[in-house]
């Protein structure tokens, strides 16, 4: 009977140890499995290419002046991690920008690229045919906050008038002053002030006007300037594009007008 019984505990225990034995070869065989898995996992991330994303670069070297096509540019892969902060990537915003410097082939497009990009120049925002000339801050209109960049406005001057004499017998004549209307749609390039901040905006009083006109209207600002007349500016509705008709007027014309029709 002891015999036998222990021959019962040697085949259980047989039973267990062999049990045991394919639960450890089981648990090590999957440690295994899981091992190789992750040395291929990182294999994987460790040799495969970073993600990319298409940026817009020049198709060849462009000079500035250019006016971008889509024939101007092609579609590069840069990895994420590489794309330049500034570069565009919406093609919706290359086409038709002028450049306003040189761009090499494969270079990526910036906005201060192109004419009037923000972080551009002041000279790289003119437009084509155009100049910028500063007007000193003279008349009630530009001393107020009502101007804003981007407006028009008009220019009226007041001079006097002055028949010429013949000679040293007949001094020049004092024919009173005369009003005129002279340049028109005038555009407000930028209002420069007295205090500059850190950020660079200005601030305080106005000093002067940036004015964007053509070069032989810039010769008009310039004579209305220096001629010792009064100058003030109106402003313009944004409607009116045309330019107006209106006569100039003197003492003589505004007695008829105003005085001597009451009479």
Same mark, same amino acid.
């Given at each position: 009977?002891?015999?036998?019984?222990?021959? &019962?505990?040697?085949?259980?225990?047989?039973a267990?140890?062999?049990?045991?034995?394919v =639960?450890?070869?089981?648990?090590l065989?999957?440690? /295994?499995? &899981?091992a190789?898995?992750?040395?291929?996992?990182?294999?994987?991330e460790?040799?495969?290419?970073?993600?990319?994303? @298409? &940026?817009?670069?020049a198709?060849?070297?462009? %000079?500035?002046? *250019?006016?971008?096509?889509?024939?101007?540019?092609?579609?590069?892969?840069?990895?994420?991690?590489?794309?330049?902060?500034? /570069?565009?990537t919406? *093609?919706?915003?290359?086409?038709?920008?002028? =450049?306003?410097?040189?761009?090499?082939?494969?270079?990526?497009?910036?906005?201060?690229q192109?004419?009037?990009?923000?972080?551009?120049?002041?000279s790289?925002?003119?437009? #084509?045919?155009?100049? $910028?000339?500063?007007?000193?801050?003279?008349?009630?209109?530009?001393?107020?906050?009502?101007?804003q %960049?981007?407006?028009?406005?008009d220019?009226?001057i007041? =001079?006097p008038?002055?028949e010429?004499g013949?000679?040293?017998?007949? @001094?020049d004549k004092d $024919?009173?002053?005369?009003t005129?209307?002279?340049?028109?749609? +005038?555009?407000?390039? #930028?209002?420069?002030?007295?205090v #500059?901040?850190?950020?660079? #905006?200005?601030?305080?009083?106005?000093?002067?006007?940036?004015?964007?006109? *053509?070069?032989?209207d810039?010769?008009?600002?310039?004579?209305?300037?220096?001629?010792?007349?009064? +100058?003030?500016?109106?402003?313009?509705?944004?409607?009116?594009?045309d330019?107006?008709? *209106?006569?100039? &007027?003197?003492?003589?014309?505004?007695?008829r007008?105003?005085? $001597?029709?009451q009479?």
């Amino acid at each position: 009977m002891s015999r036998r019984r222990g021959w &019962i505990f040697f085949v259980v225990g047989l039973a267990l140890a062999l049990g045991t034995g394919v =639960l450890v070869f089981i648990f090590l065989q999957r440690q /295994a499995v &899981i091992a190789e898995q992750q040395s291929r996992q990182a294999a994987l991330e460790k040799y495969a290419p970073p993600p990319t994303m @298409p &940026i817009a670069v020049a198709a060849r070297p462009l %000079e500035a002046g *250019t006016t971008l096509t889509p024939n101007d540019y092609v579609m590069k892969e840069f990895p994420l991690d590489l794309v330049p902060i500034q /570069a565009i990537t919406d *093609t919706t915003k290359l086409d038709n920008q002028m =450049l306003v410097r040189h761009v090499g082939q494969g270079e990526t497009f910036q906005t201060a690229q192109f004419l009037g990009g923000q972080g551009s120049s002041i000279s790289q925002q003119i437009k #084509k045919g155009y100049v $910028l000339f500063a007007f000193p801050i003279i008349d009630l209109m530009s001393q107020s906050n009502v101007l804003q %960049e981007g407006d028009h406005i008009d220019l009226y001057i007041t =001079l006097p008038l002055k028949e010429l004499g013949k000679g040293q017998d007949q @001094p020049d004549k004092d $024919l009173g002053k005369a009003t005129a209307l002279t340049l028109q749609n +005038i555009e407000v390039f #930028k209002i420069l002030r007295s205090v #500059k901040q850190q950020d660079d #905006k200005e601030e305080g009083a106005p000093t002067a006007l940036l004015c964007s006109v *053509t070069p032989s209207d810039a010769v008009i600002l310039k004579y209305a300037k220096d001629s010792g007349g009064t +100058i003030d500016f109106a402003l313009r509705s944004p409607a009116d594009k045309d330019p107006f008709t *209106t006569p100039w &007027i003197d003492p003589l014309e505004f007695s008829r007008r105003y005085l $001597l029709s009451q009479q």
